[in-house]
């Protein structure tokens, strides 16, 4: 008899499935599935993303049928034994440490190479391999695509450069309230989605389990014919508008052209080759122009695969980082996702967006909500999770690099090479968040002072010595020295310490 493989909840696709000569899973190998209570049980979830976990492990198992013995346990140890007793079972190597070590300690359990990356640890290890430590995504990613053959013609760079970011920076256009772009994919819910609804209010009712954010209809993908249609209605009519919108931001358009497709990369329905190879192929097609397919590139075959490199690579004690001493824990109505308490029109909005669907795009992650939480001086370690409980795409392996490294500079910058935070003209220029704001971004005393533009001030003084040993921050630190009212403006922000903005 074949032996059993395990799949976990983020292994959804057919690539964990597929038979390797390197000893499994076996051709037709049972499937064993462990829905594993305590992980509601450990941390209060987005309601959003616990359903669209479930619902994709649910869907999965449907589609199985008699290969998959499905199990709900407390815990996936108990699950385990429930399925295979002591009988040795195979996995793909987990998307964490705390699964990593789970499944190393169980004796019967055989853990194979990882799937679902283009770039393998060992070809990582390779390329980090004599660079003195400095292992900056921009120059992973132009070894990815010349290793890869990305984007590539006859060993040149489609469109003559690796880089179009320079074309991927436009802000939003002139008096758009919404880009002029399809709409993105939406899946319909069904019956096993109206299961796992009924499951969570009992949970919630009768079992001690709770949830942040508010319930809706499921906005992505749960099973691979779904992700597949998320991922085609994408390249065909969205991808084109991809790449000059990249950063930009409208209200009455959270979305953008941005793809959607996190959740399901994540949870292994899509594989990333698929997507870059899709991208590229309408690029060659001629139905999006270079600059758009490089963006998507990118940000799949460039970001997303450092991202999971660097998690590994940096190790576990990486996510205890806090170079910056930032100790303040998270204020209510940002735990509790309490957008009305909000004033600022940005933050209000993005934290609305994450309320209501648990997802929003980059710039609101990076530069909303992020760059809050740095200027704010919170928690580097309750930052990361909150922004893993609270998004439909949040993994560990993902959190943490994109918290602590890109977007708190816990790391002291072996990720980045500055802290990415900005006043509130970097978001007037780049969205309409500011529009009808009861702040306004020039001002950064008063009444009317922007959050971000004083707290950017408050900020880069209280770690004025740190960054002006960077170079790209040494400039905005000398600005410190030309404001005439800073001493008010730190008056001010310790007044609004804490409180909502
Ligand atoms: C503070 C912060 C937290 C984040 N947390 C997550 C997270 O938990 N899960 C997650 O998948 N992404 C995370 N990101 C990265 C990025 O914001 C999301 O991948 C993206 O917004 C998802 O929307 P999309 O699928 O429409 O992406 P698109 O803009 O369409 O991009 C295409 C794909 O590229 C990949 N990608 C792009 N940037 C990154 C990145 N920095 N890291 C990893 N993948 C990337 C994603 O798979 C994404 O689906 C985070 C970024 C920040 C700044």
């Not at 983020?10 to 499994?24: A, I, K, S, V």
Request: proline share 6%.
């Amino acid at each position: 008899m074949t032996t059993p493989h395990w799949i976990f909840g983020d292994q959804l696709g057919p690539h964990f499935l597929t038979p390797t000569g390197e000893g499994g899973p076996g051709r037709g190998a049972p499937v064993v599935m462990i829905e594993a209570r305590s992980v509601l049980r450990r941390r209060r979830l987005h309601r959003a993303k616990a359903h669209l976990v479930l619902s994709a492990m649910r869907h999965r198992a449907a589609e199985l049928g008699r290969r998959v013995t499905y199990v709900r346990a407390e815990t996936y140890r108990e699950g385990l034994r429930r399925t295979v007793g002591g009988a040795p079972v195979t996995v793909c190597h987990p998307t964490s440490y705390a699964a990593l070590r789970l499944v190393r300690s169980l004796p019967q359990v055989r853990v194979l190479p990882a799937r679902g990356f283009l770039v393998t640890r060992e070809e990582f290890a390779g390329w980090a391999e004599g660079r003195g430590g400095r292992l900056l995504q921009e120059d992973f990613y132009r070894w990815v695509r010349r290793e890869h053959d990305l984007l590539m013609e006859g060993g040149h760079p489609a469109g003559g450069r690796l880089s179009h970011d320079h074309a991927n920076r436009e802000p939003p256009p002139r008096g758009a309230r919404s880009l002029d772009v399809p709409g993105p994919y939406r899946p319909r819910e069904d019956d096993i989605d109206a299961e796992v609804r009924d499951d969570l209010d009992r949970w919630e009712r009768e079992d001690g389990v709770r949830f942040v954010g508010r319930d809706g209809p499921r906005r992505f993908p749960a099973t691979r014919r779904e992700a597949l249609s998320a991922l085609r209605r994408f390249v065909d009519h969205r991808l084109a508008f991809f790449g000059p919108y990249e950063d930009a931001v409208l209200i009455g358009d959270p979305v953008m052209s941005h793809s959607l497709l996190s959740s399901s990369l994540n949870l292994g329905l899509l594989h990333p080759v698929e997507c870059v190879e899709r991208a590229e192929r309408a690029w060659r097609e001629g139905t999006v122009p270079v600059n758009s397919a490089e963006g998507f590139v990118r940000q799949v075959a460039g970001w997303r695969e450092y991202v999971w490199q660097l998690y590994w690579h940096f190790g576990e004690d990486y996510r205890h980082g806090n170079t910056l001493g930032h100790t303040e824990q998270l204020p209510e109505y940002f735990a509790e996702l309490d957008a009305d308490a909000v004033t600022a029109r940005c933050l209000a909005t993005v934290l609305a967006q994450v309320r209501d669907t648990g997802w929003t795009h980059h710039i609101p992650r990076l530069m909303v909500l992020g760059s809050h939480a740095l200027q704010r001086g919170w928690d580097p370690a309750a930052v990361t999770d909150w922004f893993h409980r609270c998004f439909v795409d949040g993994h560990d392996w993902v959190m943490v690099p994109n918290v602590v490294g890109m977007s708190q500079y816990a790391d002291g910058g072996r990720m980045t090479t500055k802290p990415y935070t900005s006043g509130g003209a970097y978001l007037h220029r780049m969205s309409d968040l500011c529009d009808g704001c009861a702040y306004r971004p020039t001002e950064r005393t008063g009444p009317r002072a922007c959050p971000y533009t004083a707290g950017y001030w408050a900020f880069l003084h209280r770690h004025r010595r740190l960054l002006s040993g960077n170079a790209r921050m040494r400039r905005a630190v000398k600005g410190l020295d030309r404001l005439g009212d800073l001493d008010e403006v730190l008056r001010q922000e310790r007044r609004r310490a804490g409180k909502a903005p």
